[in-house]
């Protein structure tokens, strides 16, 4: 099993910013795959960025010159740092963790961004 903890949801006005956090703890494997999605009311979750162990990252086009997506391996942490916040930005933020030996998923509770004036 692994437990995520996530943090560093808030209220922030449109053109701010904010930076989550996913701590990941037991059965970690040094192959893995961690990101972040999102889900807004009446949508469906959606990646919004994603990086492997090696680094290599991916992101949804709209967040794409705005987020980004770090990690510090040595303490099994990834970041999203949100720039430019905007309204439509507004969702309950998931971590997610990919085992890829056994191929196996875990999500993270989920934290509010808010972007409102």
């Known amino acids: 099993q692994v437990q995520l903890v996530e943090s560093g949801g808030g209220l922030v006005q449109p053109g701010g910013s904010l930076r989550l956090s996913c701590a990941a703890s037991?059965?970690?494997?040094?192959?893995?795959?961690m990101g972040w999605y999102r889900q807004a009311p009446g949508k469906q979750r959606e990646l919004v960025a994603t990086?492997?162990?090696?680094?290599?990252?991916n992101y949804a086009e709209s967040v794409k010159g705005r987020f980004t997506i770090s990690r510090d391996n040595a303490n099994n942490t990834v970041y999203l740092q949100m720039n430019s916040l905007k309204p439509e930005d507004t969702a309950v933020y998931y971590c997610k963790y990919v085992r890829l030996v056994p191929i196996s998923t875990y999500w993270g509770q989920g934290t509010q961004v808010t972007v409102s004036s």
């Open positions: 990086i492997t162990s090696s680094g290599t990252t």
């Open positions: 037991g059965s970690i494997f040094v192959f893995n795959v």
